[in-house]
């Protein structure tokens, strides 16, 4: 499942990153990548609030779309 | 000796710069505020052995692995000019994303010491951290600091000085699959062995907080932009209308308007100078200079009241909602940060984009940043709101709401003409609100103020002892009855005559828009100074001698051509460092140039038919030049589209 498709609230297991390098890269540093936790707290204004580790991101649509989940 | 300081976005590192410093860098808990490394001596208080230390501030960045323009900087600094010591600050609300990083460091060969920072954050949440376990499983020694209340600086400096003159390299950590393919999975792992055993949480860092549930309100979908203009509104119509402007009208009648010229002038006459010397420093320094100064409190207020905005947490939230909106035209949320940063000054506005990765939403948010209204325009708009508009408070803040109008059209017509895609995507960390720093916006606006202060006692002083010579003399250097044999009223008059179809006449105008490109309180500046002979009255005084010049449709116009038309020539070199080449330098300044004339026009024209129902001076050159505007736009965008090319990449 993909996290854009996730339920508010939820804590999902990372399946995969999907799309360009440099952000799988990135997502990577954040700490979002392959069994790690992601939580989606919220939707706002077409963005996706997400918590990994322990801080909280926005990011936008495309970017939600690129992170799988193990659901 | 040469310390780097070195961490992850919004861990506190400028904090702690400008503490050991004693600087006053821009701090902001939104990732690039800090695009430049940037270097200072330290205080003695920091440095009891008066040794020789450079500290070094570098962006924040999460890995050493180059995502971003700030992790570029950080890593070549770092590769390149080997520092002796690294001080790594680590967030300490967030300690498993910075060891990431921090173990990236460690292999550099560069001892490091680390910073264990918001302390004071962690104990409130109740979270432990083993700081003696932590240094033994990374080989390097950890201080816990709090940057803000400045609680171990001293022993973290002392800490970093003893090290960097040991000059023992450090030690890299070891851990299993460090050299194979997947080695940054085999980090990570590294990282999560330690934290289970050093850190002991007492927070579930995914349940909803208060913070979210604000932001749930601040960033809605419906209710995020509404808010957002209610903010800005409340922040420029407190600086222009309210408090900022009630102490400039003080200072500009009272203090600039009687208390300092007639000291200047009992005191000159007292010593005996030549009344042409006295004429000089009294109209000419004092006057334009005084009529810029006068300005300050406002000034000082809306960087008091910015300072306090941006350190409370909301900008994050501002680039989240205005990303939707910004995508739109082929920017992203990211491209709002240059811009609040324009709100001070373009130069650093414009600097900041270059955290934006992708190259034709950096090109664009260049050429659109100088749009945002800056400290200097203040002057401008505070002038011309006091003369015309004294009854209408919404005059003032909806400058500011039509400068956000221009941004979404200008990129809207931008993304046209050069058939632009954006490729780029949005993160932004949202970091948790606080309650703003009164002492930091307070140190922040001194700061400002006197940044303001020394521009308006140098360069502007200098434009202005030129702008009196030259509309008192004339070519053969005679002094001149008639300000119209100038050589100022030459000069102005060849420029004159492109700004009638905005209905603008008088060489005055022109004159006054020249000097603007030097500076924009120039503007201020150059009318204090050529009005002076034609009138006792001071400048800002509702329906002053300025109101000879300007029905107040034209002088709102004259507002816009001189916010909208290009920046000052120091923040044109920005841009042209920025945009790399001078072929783009120039499609910016003619774009900017064209934006800022069409609006003019647009609003004189348009405005003199609507409000006095008759045509303004220059009305047939205005509906040609329309057309010819109209053509050219047409063609290029249909241009452009056929192509089908991104003519943006190619270039």
């Known amino acids: 499942m993909l996290l854009s498709k996730a339920k508010i609230g939820q804590t999902f297991n990372v399946k995969s990153v999907e799309g360009k390098e440099k952000i799988q890269k990135f997502l990577f540093s954040l700490g979002c990548f392959e069994g790690e936790e992601i939580t989606l707290i919220s939707k706002l204004a077409g963005n996706y609030v997400v918590n990994i580790k322990d801080s909280r991101y926005a990011i936008d649509e495309g970017m939600a779309k690129s992170i799988v989940l193990e659901a | 000796m040469r310390i780097a300081l070195a961490g992850n976005p919004n861990s506190g590192k400028t904090t702690l710069y400008n503490a050991i410093t004693g600087k006053n860098e821009n701090v902001g808990n939104w990732s690039g505020v800090t695009v430049a490394k940037k270097e200072a001596d330290i205080k003695k208080k920091y440095n009891p052995k008066g040794m020789d230390v450079r500290i070094v ?66 104990s409130k949440r109740g979270d432990q951290v083993d700081v003696d376990a932590l240094s033994k499983a990374l080989n390097c020694r950890i201080i816990t600091t709090t940057a803000t209340s400045e609680d171990g600086l001293l022993k973290l400096m002392n800490e970093a000085i003893e090290v960097g003159t ?11 699959g460090k050299d194979s ?69 003080y200072s500009n009648d009272i203090l600039f308007g009687e208390i300092v010229p007639n000291a200047a002038n009992s005191f000159l006459e007292g010593m005996g100078v030549s009344p042409l010397l006295q004429a000089l420093i009294v109209d000419g320094a004092i006057g334009g200079v005084g009529a810029v100064i006068g300005f300050l ?71 659109l940043t100088p749009f945002v209204p800056c400290g200097a325009k203040l002057p401008i708009i505070a002038l011309f709101v006091a003369v015309f508009f004294p ?10 709401m039509i400068a956000i109008g221009m941004i979404i059209l200008g990129g809207l017509l931008l993304q046209r003409m050069f058939d632009w895609e954006n490729t780029s995507s949005f993160i932004m ?24 202060i020394y521009k308006a006692t140098t360069i502007i002083l200098v434009c202005n002892t030129f702008v009196w010579f030259a509309q008192a003399y004339s070519w053969g250097l005679n002094p001149v009855e008639d300000q119209s044999l100038s050589i100022l009223a030459s000069l102005g008059s060849l420029i004159a005559p492109l700004l009638i179809p905005l209905g603008f006449v008088g060489w005055q105008l022109a004159a006054a828009s020249i000097t603007g490109f030097i500076a924009k309180e120039n503007v201020v500046a150059t009318f204090a100074v050529l009005l002076a002979v034609a009138s006792e009255e001071a400048l800002h005084l509702p329906g002053g001698v300025l109101a000879e010049f300007f029905t107040p449709v034209t002088a709102f116009a004259y507002l816009a051509f001189n916010l909208f038309t290009p920046p000052c020539f120091a923040a044109i070199g920005a841009m042209n460092s920025e945009l790399g080449s001078k072929k783009w330098l120039f499609r910016a300044l003619g774009f900017q140039f064209g934006v800022g004339y069409t609006l003019a026009m647009l609003i004189t024209q348009i405005g003199s038919l609507v409000v006095y129902g008759k045509p303004a001076v220059g009305f047939v050159p205005a509906i040609i030049i329309t057309a010819l505007i109209a053509v050219y736009l047409v063609v290029t965008i249909k241009k452009s589209g056929s192509k089908g090319a991104k003519v943006g990449v190619e270039a």
């Open chain 2, 57 to 122: 501030d570098l962006p924040g960045t999460y890995s050493i692995s180059p995502f971003t323009g700030e992790e570029k900087i950080t890593r070549d600094f770092i590769l390149g000019e080997k520092p002796d010591v690294i001080i790594n600050i680590v967030d300490g609300a967030n300690i498993s994303r910075s060891l990431f990083f921090t173990t990236q460091l460690l292999e550099l060969g560069v001892p490091v010491v680390i910073a264990l920072n918001k302390s004071d954050i962690v």
């Open chain 2, 166 to 176: 040991d000059k023992k390299p450090q030690i890299q950590p070891d851990f299993q």
């Open chain 2, 181 to 249: 393919k997947d080695s940054d999975t085999a980090r990570q792992k590294f990282v999560d062995d330690i934290i289970k055993k050093c850190q002991v949480k007492n927070r579930d860092a995914s349940k909803v907080t208060l913070s979210d549930k604000l932001d749930m309100i601040v960033a809605h979908k419906w209710l995020g932009l509404p808010i957002f203009f209610a903010v800005m509104w409340a922040v420029f119509s407190f600086s222009i209308e309210g408090l900022g402007g009630y102490l400039s009208g």
């Open chain 2, 297 to 367: 409190p406002l000034v000082m207020v809306l960087f008091f009241c910015l300072s306090l905005l941006e350190d409370s947490g909301y900008m994050a939230r501002v680039a989240v909602v205005m990303d939707r909106f910004f995508k739109k035209i082929g920017l992203s949320g990211k491209s709002i940060i240059p811009m609040i940063v324009g709100s001070g000054c373009a130069i650093p506005g414009v600097m900041a984009t270059r955290t934006i990765d992708d190259i034709n939403e950096r090109r664009m948010t260049t050429i």
């Open chain 2, 391 to 400: 009854e209408n408070v919404w005059v003032g803040p909806s400058i500011y």
């Open chain 2, 429 to 452: 960390e949202l970091p948790e609100y606080k309650i703003p720093s009164i002492k930091y916006a307070f140190s922040q606006m001194i700061d400002k103020a006197k940044a303001f």
